[in-house]
RNA sequence: GGCGCGUUCGUCUAGAGGCUUAGGACGCCGCCCUCUCAAGGCGGAGAUCACCGGUUCGAAUCCGGUACGCGCUACCA
């Protein structure tokens, strides 16, 4: 059933930005074509003028680049098969409608939208299936003629025969039938000329040779009128593959309403796109072992589409936060120097100078304390500034009558050093705790709050060398003096 | 309403008739490590496998029904 080089597609419609939805679907389509050795496509499907968005194509495609998942052919890219812009392909749309009205297969419809909301009133009245009537599918040739002669506006309608079984396979569903007279008569070619999803779809999925259909589950219900149209036209079918939805916390459909739903939110919020990639792939696949942590290129090995779920996966977000930790970890050092200095760019320490081998120790000492590159400077201000304030629950479990004295003595112990690296703070700091009598977490901790204003964080030793001597001594001098119990 | 799809710990999931006292991960809690916070290690709580019935020596796994959820039911995709 699986051709050698299948060729795939993603087919957004351009809204304004790349959902999370469409993330995954984009994904599959991408991890099933390299795994197979298939070509991934990106095509643009804006049939619908009135949900034009300026703009909305290249963030889509920047959305898409960010996040590292290439397509061969494409609106920006060209192909064989172009153009992939379905506004583009307008008259290819209108020939194939032509000739399916040619076979009796489609019919102009010249009914208005009045008439049209008038007959779905009455057959919801009745509570009938609202369909539409086949009103126009009598009138005559000359009638036609004349109408469109006169250009009366129409549209052009599938022809669907009552009383049929549709049934077709689903790699994900296995075998799904509906029946024919569920289905509305559906509207192929719009009064503007446009197509519908329905018929540009199929048209260009055959035209541009596509064999695997990978696309979200409220397609499921239209795909028979898609199976439909592949057998009026006499084509091929590609294999379905119809994914599970995925959800809001309340278990309906993810939506804006309930957090964010666009990739360029988790980008603007700091999540690395491997840590975004690796999350949804895992939200309706994994490999059937307990692997969780993926690179791309693993993923891409491993993906079936017959490992994908049938059921809507809840957008977790505690577990994208802990992917996002896992993969920043195994960062390497200079990547994420690279990426603190943006991110100081654009914080309130921006202009100030840090040199890379500063940043560097940095990193070394918070790498495992942090999930979000932001952090590195959320959860430790102390490495670009002194503090300006110590922790009022810090203060008071740890700072004690003769504290302030306890680390002047230690400054000064330390301005004797020379060139001290973290060691020689560490004796110093010992050997002045045995001077003074005290246990040694009696000076550490003081120490700490008075260098860094929190209670947490790297060993205190690795903190006192990456600000260095000068600084240590006067942050101790100075919390000597502001510290009150 | 009709049609379709789905239903295993709070969440993501493993499970393809006996290997299951249903496994892992996130989150939560505890212990260890430790100058603190993390990370890491160990452990714990957490699922009558939606429900009912059937098939079978045996069912989370197969079949039927019910309930619930979601999707579709447009000249939107």
Known sequence: MISEHPRVRFAPSPTGYLHVGGLRTALYNYLFAKNNNGKFILRIEDTDRNRYVEGAVENLIAALKWVGLEYEEGPDKGGNYGPYMQSERLDIYKKYAQELVAQKKAYYCFCTPERLSQVRDEQQKQGLQPKYDKHCLSLSAEEIEEKLKNNVPYVIRMNIEPDMKIAFEDVIR????????????????????????????????????????????????????????????????????????LLNPDRSKLSKRQGDVAVEDYRAKGYLKDALVNFVALLGWNAGDDKEYYELEEMVEKFSLERVNKSGAVFNIEKLNWLNAEHLRKKPDEELLSMLKDELEVSKYKGKIFSDKYLLLVIEAMKERVSFVKEYIEKSPYFFEAPEEYDQDVIKKRWKEGSAENILKLAEKFSALQDPVKEDYETALRQTAEELGIGTGKLIHPVRL????????????????????????????????????
């Open 174 to 245: 296995g075998s799904v039938e509906f029946d024919s007279n569920i289905i509305d008569d559906q509207v192929l070619i719009k009064s503007d000329g446009y197509p519908t999803y329905h018929l540009a779809n199929v048209v260009d999925d055959h035209l541009m040779k596509i064999t695997h259909v990978i696309r979200g589950e409220e397609w499921l219900s239209s795909t028979p009128k898609h199976v439909l149209l592949y057998d009026f036209f006499g084509w091929e079918k590609p294999v379905f593959a119809h994914l599970p939805l």
């Open 450 to 485: 008075a260098v860094s204003g929190v209670g947490g964080g790297p060993g205190l030793f690795d903190i006192l060398y990456i600000i260095g001597k000068d600084e240590t001594i006067s942050r101790l001098k100075r919390a000597a003096e502001k510290i009150k119990i």
